[in-house]
Every structure is written in structure tokens, then in C-alpha cells.
């Protein structure tokens, strides 16, 4: 368990000091640098999972890695649940986010979950641009500590 | 081990960050910005580490503890070696320390050590600030990933 709390706090640490150097109006400014680590440490950690994965067959293939491995080896769960259109919009559901457990007391931080879920973005679209497609990521919080992934993978 | 690789990524992306926003000639302040961020991190993972451990006898106690259970806790790894002239200073010997292993292939990494030893000398520092001990922490590197950490308790 320690591992785990230990990622926790660092990760609280570094979304509060992005966010006071960000400065109170830039959220935007925030949200994406945290995006940014996020999407490096994605593209460093896929390689690692998928040494001894198999090939994969399709981006649906791909997606459900992301959501059983992936999220396992990072979040010690599985996605809760997974839709697609087909047309390459994913949404993923995670009804307990560990990353959202130490914010989710009340409904005052609700404003303040994006920059808790900012960095965990980057690390699915970096783990997906290693794979070889490009997407956008986003992620929407209703009820905390749940959210939503949202996964909208670029025409080539 | 997902969760551990993860704390390394996320660790490794911070050390850059603050580095580059300190420049390149501001070391001193990169290091102690990582020491702050470490310190807070401590504070609060000691807490939730001593919540069920027994009171400690004294200082060094104390230290058995931050050696064993805390270290392992965090890096899977007890500290090998501790060494104490009993008036408050102790030194601790990591054989393996995993945040050097990214950075420890070659000679010319070396300079580079202190950054990613400074979040953790903060982690210590602030562990034995909660447990009401005042104390500096530094670290030094002879041969990577192999490093020591020299603790000097402030006299009360």
C-alpha cells in the first residue's frame, strides 16, 4: 500500500504546486502542464506494460487494454465500464477514482477535481500516441470520487 | 509493480519540471524545492504509517523504524546499513536506491544525483518532523545507484 499512498501524495504535491505557480485565473494554464507530465509518463509506462502484451488487433483491442492492464497496473482496479460508438469515441468509467478519494468530501471541490484528473489524462493519450493513435482525452466528474474518461481518437 | 513504476515516472517528470523552471544555474533552488515538496509528502505519509505501530522508546527507535517499515513501505526495500555515533547523528546506506536507477548508467549522470535524492531526503525530513524531531537531512552518492543519507537531529 505504501507504494500507492506514496504516488498519491506526490501527486497532490505537484497538482498544488503547478496550480500556485499557474497562478488562481490560468486553471487552463494548469490543467494542461499537468496534461503534459501526464502524456510523457503515458508514453514511458505503455512501453513497459506492453513488452510481453501481444500485438494488438484493433483500436477497440487497444482499449481494452488501457482499461483492464493498464489501469490495473496504475490504479490497482479496472475500468468499471466502457462504451464506444463504434466511430472511435471511448468513454470509460471509473466509479472510484483513486486520484479523486482524497478531494471527494463534499461538494466544494467538484471545481477542483479537473486538476486532480489532468495528469491521469495525459497518461492514456500518451500511452495511446505510443500505440500509434493520436486522440484527445478529457474527463468529467458527476458524483465524486467517479468520473469519466473521454477518448476521441483522430481520423489519420 | 505498476504502481511503483508509476511514483518513478511521475517523480522523474517532476525533477524535470522543477529543474527547468529553476535554470539551469539554480541548483540550489531546484534541490529545495523538491526537499519542500518531500517534506510535506513525509509529514503525511508518517502519519498514516504509525497509525497502528506502537509508541517508540526513543531516538533511536525511531530511526529503526524509518529504516525498516517506512523504507519498505515506500521502496520495497529495507535502508541496508545504518550507522549512528549516538549523539544524533545517523547514517543510512541504500545499496539500490530505485529513484537513482533511471540515472545511474554512467559516470557522467553523477552530478545529476542530488536532484533525485532531494525529494526523499524531504520525505525523511518531514517523517521525523511529525514524529517531533527536528532534523537535516543530506544525501551523497559515491557510486550509483548506491547513496547514503547523513541525518543530524537538532538538539531541543
Not at 129 to 143: C, Q, R, Y
Amino acid at each position: 500500500m505504501g507504494e500507492s499512498v506514496l504516488f498519491e501524495f506526490l501527486h497532490r504535491e505537484m497538482v498544488t504546486r503547478v496550480q500556485s505557480q499557474a497562478g488562481d485565473t490560468e486553471h487552463g494554464k494548469c490543467v494542461s502542464t499537468l496534461e503534459g507530465m501526464g502524456f510523457r509518463a503515458g508514453q514511458g509506462l505503455i512501453e513497459r506494460f506492453t513488452k510481453e502484451a501481444p500485438a494488438f488487433k484493433d483500436e477497440l483491442d487497444v482499449m481494452k487494454f488501457i482499461c483492464k492492464e493498464f489501469w490495473t497496473n496504475l490504479f490497482r482496479k479496472q475500468i468499471d465500464n466502457l462504451r464506444t460508438n463504434h466511430q472511435g469515441t471511448y468513454v470509460l468509467q471509473d466509479h472510484r477514482f483513486r486520484l479523486l478519494t482524497p478531494v471527494s468530501n463534499g461538494k466544494q471541490y467538484l471545481e477542483e477535481a479537473p486538476k486532480f484528473l489532468a495528469f491521469t489524462c495525459g497518461l492514456v493519450r500518451g500511452a495511446l500516441s505510443n500505440l500509434g493513435i493520436d486522440s484527445t482525452v478529457t474527463a468529467e466528474v458527476s458524483v465524486m470520487p467517479a468520473c469519466k474518461f473521454h477518448i476521441v481518437m483522430q481520423k489519420p
